[in-house]
């Protein structure tokens, strides 16, 4: 009881990540709702899902408004709870698990090429961290080639290269 008399009550962070959401949607304009739900397999995780009439706009520029809305929500969360350990995961009726599907489709179809070719072939699009940490996990299973990162930043091309090609002009 003097706890909430001094104002040291527990902040909840399933109500600060409504709170704030409610606040970014409601001076943003957007024609949204939202779910949260807190992740019980992950200690401190929560999952929100965001849908409506505008979710279109979040998934622009390969979800870059979902990725935003993510860090500043997690930027929040640690001003706002610094001794806790919050994980966040944002996404729009499935985008990412899509996103992931189609970039792993994508990299199993360049690994065949570079073991076909037995040439080095190269992402046209420049991936995010986690694309390229997906695309390393894949590549790891398949002994015939390897994954490189390049470039500087956070956005980088990756190049898969057959182990053959290398050992050929090794």
């Known amino acids: 009881m003097l706890n909430n008399l001094f104002g040291d009550k527990k902040k909840d962070p399933k109500e600060l990540i409504q709170k704030i959401l409610s606040e970014i949607l409601e001076k ?8 949260v739900e807190k992740v019980e397999e992950e200690e ?3 999952k929100v899902d965001i849908f409506g009439e505008d979710e279109g706009l979040l998934k622009t520029k390969r ?24 994980r966040i995961h944002i996404d729009s009726n499935g985008f990412w698990e899509e996103n992931e599907k ?5 990299t199993d179809d360049l690994v065949s ?4 070719t037995n040439r080095p072939v190269t992402f046209k699009k420049d991936l995010s961290p986690n694309q390229r940490r997906l695309v390393h996990e894949r590549v790891s299973g398949n002994t015939g080639v390897t994954s490189v990162s390049i470039g500087d930043g956070v956005y980088k091309t990756m190049k898969l290269i057959p182990d ?7």
Do not use: C, V
């Open 102 to 106: 189609r970039l792993l489709d994508l």
């Open 44 to 46: 401190g995780g929560f």
């Open 164 to 170: 053959t090609f290398r050992s050929d002009k090794g």
């Open 28 to 35: 943003g304009g957007f024609s949204l709702s939202y779910h």
């Open 63 to 86: 979800g870059r408004l979902l990725m935003a809305l993510q860090t500043y929500l997690l930027r929040y969360l640690y001003q706002q709870l610094p001794e806790e350990r919050i």
């Open 113 to 116: 090429k570079a073991l076909d």
